[in-house]
């Protein structure tokens, strides 16, 4: 009876290995070439450590040890596992991409993937609005600077004056500093968001999900691959998927349910007067003074723009990511940690 | 009558000094002391069979049958202990030095000329072409630092130029020969808001230099054998009773150390370098800076005065630079550090007591 049941159990896994020799072609019929494409580094990957399991399983049919047999045997069980929560991963992006594509028509500017439409919405905002910022307040405080600068001389046999008349232009210059340094620096968070976008779109899953897939399915490494699917799975689909949400809540709110509806409007053109370091009349001053520190027309856009679009956004989407990254890893047989990173963001 | 798990343990035993043979013959990456450390390996095998046989001696003298049993189960950890190191030492040669670039190339479908520019050799292994990558991005980073810095010089040097005017503003161009009223003006002063925002530009990418430079000496002392005596140590320590867990602990951690780190790096390398010119990275950094030239050229004061202050360049570009600079050198390193950590914790756990390296990733 026991002798029955082993047979049985060889032939099902002969036969499962068969199945598995055929999914190169189901790749291969996917994708042409497969050296450009994740899906069959993936199964190349699997493929590879399901050959070094079958040659685990004939070492201990060799040397009739049962250990061996049993350690392949339940490694051949992870590698199932590996490649069914592979293909749940394909399905869940085939699902979230065709779901979400006419709201990506919007919210990127254009339909595709999710990680198109965050990479097209995260260019956009660059390129069309805190790029735009940055460059009109740094004319700004060069324009200030130099007008404020300006001090005049009148010397009359011998004895001489120096009037500093226009350096009353300095008292918005710290705050004006403060505004660039802030845009700059929003700047900046988005180009480093633009570079996890740009290596999740190109060479993501070609390079870390296979090698993930490889070394999940050995004991001694199965959580440095359980880690790497994490990361490969949390940065190419919820990453985007949070940078979309995070505009579409941004969109909703600031405009619809509150009083500031300008917020989204780009702030008002303002341009330093120019400033007579021989007439002490500062009635044009004062104009000046009430467009930058008076009217919120000019900072509140700009602070919205910078504190919540910007930064407020890219760390939800980070922590968002991470903490799903974390809770995947945990199911794939890793424990990470991944304070670090978060303090980094 | 032979059993099984006698010619299990002959069959291991066997296959020990092929296995250091192995790796003596493939020099171990240019490892000139690993000659040693195989030897020491071997040294520390046979010297715990000697203190466990010892044991054994003296447990027949004694009749002690504690002592027999704890002979007999350490002749078996020994055992294991020589199988890991034969692991070790198979994987450092076929995963770390006979593996070459081009293969990893070839498998990541990157095409060379996307990677050209990093001049690593096809024929390089793992860890050489790691190390090269890593002196790469050390470089990268302090062309960066040098960009930024020298924009901060330009601009310091724009926003302290103050020029006198007596011209049309004033009484017309004759007050200017007679000495006339006129006004001074820095026309360039505004220019120290910009700096202040470079200044802080240089702090993150100097973190991310200094990070780009514990990347590469990390590795250059991995190489030259930092943690490799912790082997011989491990084998020794797992023989010891209560110091098997500490022992399997120093093992693991010479194998994340040493096939995880330049893996990991080289897979941060396929990652992002593909990109570089895609997303302009060299339009934007530009030729290399001469720091020397003097700023008005052969004419001295009077050739700065005719060229007027020196220009700056983009400061989007510059904040680009930066930008990619942290995400390169600092965010993919701490990424590296949690799949390292959580690879050394189970495989620690697997072998001996566990470790958490993750304090490392902290510290980076």
């Known amino acids: 009876m026991e002798n029955k049941k082993s047979g049985w159990n060889r032939i099902a896994l002969i036969l499962a290995l068969m199945a598995l020799a055929a999914l190169p072609n189901a790749a291969y019929s996917q994708a042409p070439a497969i050296s450009t494409s994740w899906q069959g580094y993936s199964v190349l990957a699997f493929m590879i450590s399901v050959f070094v399991l079958a040659l685990t399983y004939m070492a201990g049919y060799l040397l009739n040890s049962n250990e061996l047999k049993i350690m392949a045997h339940d490694e051949l069980y992870q590698a199932i596992a590996t490649a069914v929560m592979i293909g749940l991963f394909v399905s869940v992006l085939a699902w979230v991409n065709s779901s979400f594509s006419p709201g990506l028509a919007v919210a990127g500017g254009q339909s595709g993937t999710v990680l198109d439409g965050a990479t097209a919405f995260n260019n956009g905002l660059i390129d069309s609005t805190v790029s735009n910022y940055q460059s009109y307040l740094e004319k700004l405080v060069k324009d200030l600077g130099s007008e404020s600068s300006k001090s005049a001389y009148c010397s009359f046999l011998g004895a001489g004056m120096n009037v500093v008349i226009c350096s009353n232009m300095n008292s918005v210059r710290g705050t004006l500093s403060l505004a660039y340094n802030a845009v700059s620096f929003a700047l900046a968070d988005l180009y480093a968001q633009s570079w996890i976008l740009q290596i999740s779109n190109t060479m993501l899953l070609s390079v870390l999900l296979p090698m993930g897939i490889f070394f999940r399915s050995f004991k001694f490494s199965r959580a440095a691959g359980g880690a790497l699917i994490a990361v490969s799975i949390g940065f190419y689909l919820i990453f985007p998927a949070c940078v979309l949400f995070g505009d579409m809540l941004v969109r909703t709110i600031s405009c619809s349910t509150c009083q500031y509806a300008y917020l989204a409007q780009p702030p008002d053109a303002i341009s330093v007067p120019r400033c007579n370091p021989f007439d002490p009349s500062d009635s044009t001053m004062m104009g000046f003074f009430s467009s930058v520190m008076k009217d919120n027309h000019f900072y509140e856009p700009i602070l919205f723009h910078v504190i919540i679009r910007c930064v407020l956004m890219t760390i939800f989407s980070i922590l968002v990511t991470l903490t799903a990254i974390r809770s995947m890893a945990q199911y794939l047989g890793a424990e990470i940690e991944v304070s670090g990173l978060v303090r980094l963001a | 009558m032979i059993g099984r798990r006698q010619i299990l343990y002959f069959m291991v035993m066997a296959l020990m000094p092929l296995g250091f043979t192995f790796a ?118 302090h062309d960066v630092l040098v ?99 500490f022992g399997g602990a120093l093992i693991a951690l010479v194998l994340v150390m040493y096939i995880g780190y330049p893996v990991m790096l080289m897979a941060d390398m396929f990652l992002w370098y593909p990109s570089y010119t895609v997303m302009h990275v060299d339009t934007k950094l530009g030729g290399a800076l001469d720091e020397t030239a003097p700023l008005g050229g052969g004419l001295g004061v009077v050739g700065a005065i005719m060229a007027g202050p020196p220009s700056y360049d983009s400061t989007p570009d510059m904040i680009f630079l930066s930008a990619t600079a942290f995400f390169v050198t600092d965010f993919l390193l701490a990424i590296n550090f949690i799949v390292l950590a959580a690879a050394a914790k189970s495989l620690s756990h697997m072998i001996g007591d566990e470790i958490d390296i993750s304090r490392l990733a902290q510290m980076v």
């Open chain 2, 147 to 245: 960009k930024i810095r020298y924009n901060i010089g330009r601009i310091e040097l724009r926003a302290g130029t103050s020029m006198w005017n007596c011209g049309s503003d004033t009484g017309g161009f004759i007050s200017c020969l007679v000495g006339g009223p006129g006004y001074s003006q820095s026309k360039y002063s505004g220019e120290y808001s910009i700096e202040g925002m470079l200044s802080s530009l240089l702090n993150t990418t100097t973190a991310s230099y200094l990070s780009a430079i514990f990347i590469l000496f990390t590795l250059n002392f991995l190489t030259n054998g930092l943690f490799l005596y912790f082997l011989p140590l491990g084998i020794m320590l797992r023989s010891l009773p209560f110091m098997r867990g």
């Open chain 2, 24 to 141: 003596q013959s493939s020099s171990y990456c240019q490892v000139q002391d690993l000659t040693s450390l195989t030897m020491l390996s071997g040294l520390a095998v046979v010297a715990s069979a000697f203190f466990i046989a010892l044991g054994y001696m003296l447990g027949e003298i004694l009749q002690n049958p504690k002592l027999l049993v704890w002979a007999k189960i350490e002749m078996g950890q020994l055992a294991v202990s020589a199988l890991i190191v034969i692991l070790i030492v198979a994987g450092l040669d076929v995963f770390a030095c006979n593996m070459h670039f081009s293969d990893v190339e070839q498998f990541t479908g990157v095409t060379s000329a996307q990677i050209d520019s990093l001049n690593i050799p096809g024929s390089a292994n793992l860890v050489d072409a790691s190390r090269a990558y890593a002196t790469w991005l050390v470089g990268f980073n």
